[in-house]
């Protein structure tokens, strides 16, 4: 009998540490999916002054770019939040704040993020277009950045997504940690071209006809050029310097993980 009331007590004991242990879990939910979705649209046009610059912050979400004619800059920002319930999703979408700093030339919208909510994520996507003489600075933690026709200097900064930038007029400068940096030049002046990433390739396009300087390099993999009116100073596996034409502004480009491609077209 003794026994037996030992082996109850014991399997009294299991349980109740068991409910213990998951006394914590019960409480955090272990539902932790955040499928019920609130979204809306967001959308400003302002007046932006020859040469000016826009600047945009962001978290989580895509960020698409497109310079054209006339003199206005137009932000569609999509807001999605996604939480437990549908009270908890509306709540946060109402408190996704975007900060304007608006002056005649500079146009500056920060939707960034800070702290920890469990089980809530949100996400701003961005359609923007803007004066093709203009300047873009863009900064973003998880997202793709598509940007095209630029005239004024570029600069984007991103943690995690490709950056795409096509009909770049003037100067740039990338940077990337996990994922592709794609350029297309259609000239190179002012500050040049600077791109870097950690984990991921670097592809730039430029004229043959480009006067500028180039060096690349690389850690782990390999660098390729093709069509380029280039004279070498110095090559090995994890570099490649040279001129481009007559020379000019310098055009970098350094990846640790990834290879580097630099391509010449007509």
Not at 134 to 141: C, D, G, I
Not at 185 to 214: F, Y
Not at 235 to 240: A, P, T
Request: hydrophobic letters at 35%; proline letters at 2%; a negative charge.
């Amino acid at each position: 009998m003794r026994h037996r009331q030992y082996t109850s007590r014991a399997s009294v004991l299991s349980l109740g540490l068991l409910f213990v242990a998951l006394a914590p879990l019960g409480g955090c939910n272990l539902e932790l999916s955040t499928d019920v979705e609130a979204k809306d649209q967001w959308t400003r046009t302002y007046p932006l002054s020859d040469g000016g610059t826009v600047v945009l912050s962001n978290t989580n979400g895509k960020i698409n770019v497109t310079g054209g004619e006339g003199e206005t800059v137009t932000v569609t920002a999509d807001r999605i939040v996604k939480a437990r319930t549908e009270e908890a999703a509306k709540q946060q979408l109402d408190l996704l704040e975007m900060k304007e700093d608006v002056t005649p030339d500079r146009v500056s919208i920060d939707s960034r993020v800070s702290g920890l909510t469990i089980s809530v994520s949100r996400r701003v996507d961005y359609t923007v277009t803007m004066p093709s003489g203009a300047s873009l600075t863009l900064v973003t933690t998880n997202g793709d950045i598509l940007v095209s026709n630029i005239g004024g200097h570029f600069s984007a900064e991103a943690s995690n997504g490709r950056i795409t930038a096509t009909g770049l007029h003037q100067s740039a400068k990338v940077s990337n940690t996990n994922g592709l940096v794609s350029l297309t030049l259609d000239d190179v002046s002012g500050e040049g071209v600077s791109a870097e990433t950690t984990n991921g390739a670097i592809v730039v396009s430029l004229p043959k006809a480009v006067n500028a300087e180039l060096s690349a390099r690389v850690v782990n993999g390999k660098i390729m050029n093709d069509g380029l009116d280039l004279q070498v100073s110095e090559e090995s596996r994890r570099r490649l310097d040279g001129r481009l034409g007559a020379g000019g502004p310098m055009i970098r480009l350094e990846t640790t993980n990834g290879a580097v491609t630099v391509k010449g077209r007509n």
